[in-house]
């Protein structure tokens, strides 16, 4: 497995404003993820952050809401844009080791509540 | 799109009680993961099956790979309250991209000493 650490583990922001969430790995991973787990819910991919190049986002998901930086292969950010109340969820980092391994694993996470 | 249908939703159990959750789609998978999330933290892995048919265990834990390639099954022998959580089942699709891992909707576990 790996290490993911995710900062900040929680935070609580205004409307209108925009939080960058960061996920550092302790080894080199192939591919990493963002996540977003809605209250009392499953979850949902956000995008697939490419390393070098713009992130794939998944259908409801936009760069211009949810940008996604990646310089490495062990750090990425991912941003919540003008953030709204209906953005309240857990964010989570996931990483895949290798190519062709299934297995994610997941940073703690990071709950956000706009107010 | 895709979807996972988990149950049971929550189970209220005693400790020492076997546990058995499951998740079936109409789709067929590659992979099966089986996850818990504690409270305030992110999903830890449990069990990861690769094989339709295959029966994996975790300690007292033990998932299986249904051989239609389309239902997991995970159970819990001998409950204990830390067992408390949540638990996610996952699969990727037959054919599915890279990425996409679909999850459940989750079974909650709660565990009375």
């Known amino acids: 497995s790996a290490v993911i650490s995710q900062k900040p583990s929680r935070d609580i922001c205004q409307r209108g404003t925009s939080l960058t969430i960061q996920c550092q790995v302790d080894?080199?991973?192939?591919?990493m993820f963002w996540y977003r787990q809605q209250p009392g819910q499953s979850l949902t991919l956000i995008a697939t952050a490419n390393q070098g190049s713009e992130a794939t986002y998944e259908s409801g998901f936009v760069i211009d809401k949810f940008p996604i930086s990646r310089p490495n292969l062990t750090f990425s950010t991912l941003t919540v844009s003008n953030m709204s109340p209906e953005d309240s969820s857990i964010y989570l980092c996931?990483?895949?080791?290798?190519?062709?391994?299934?297995?994610?694993?997941f940073g703690q996470g990071t709950r956000l509540t706009v107010v | 799109g895709q979807q996972l249908n988990q149950s049971p939703q929550s189970m209220f159990i005693q400790e020492g009680e076997d546990v058995s959750m499951n998740c079936t789609s109409s789709s067929i998978f590659n992979t099966w993961l089986w996850y818990k999330q504690d409270p305030g933290e992110g999903p830890v892995l449990l069990i990861a099956?690769?094989?339709?048919?295959e029966l994996t265990s975790n300690g007292r834990l033990t998932a299986q790979f249904g051989i239609t390639r389309k239902d997991s099954f995970l159970n819990i022998s001998a409950s204990i309250p830390s067992d408390v959580g949540i638990y996610f089942c996952?699969?990727?699709?037959?054919?599915?991209?890279?990425?996409?891992?679909?999850f459940g909707k989750g079974t909650k576990l709660s565990v009375k000493p």
């Open positions: 080894s080199q991973v192939t591919m």
């Open positions: 996931s990483v895949r080791l290798r190519v062709g391994n299934t297995e994610a694993f």
């Open positions: 996952a699969g990727q699709l037959r054919g599915g991209s890279q990425g996409n891992l679909i």
């Open positions: 099956l690769y094989k339709a048919g």
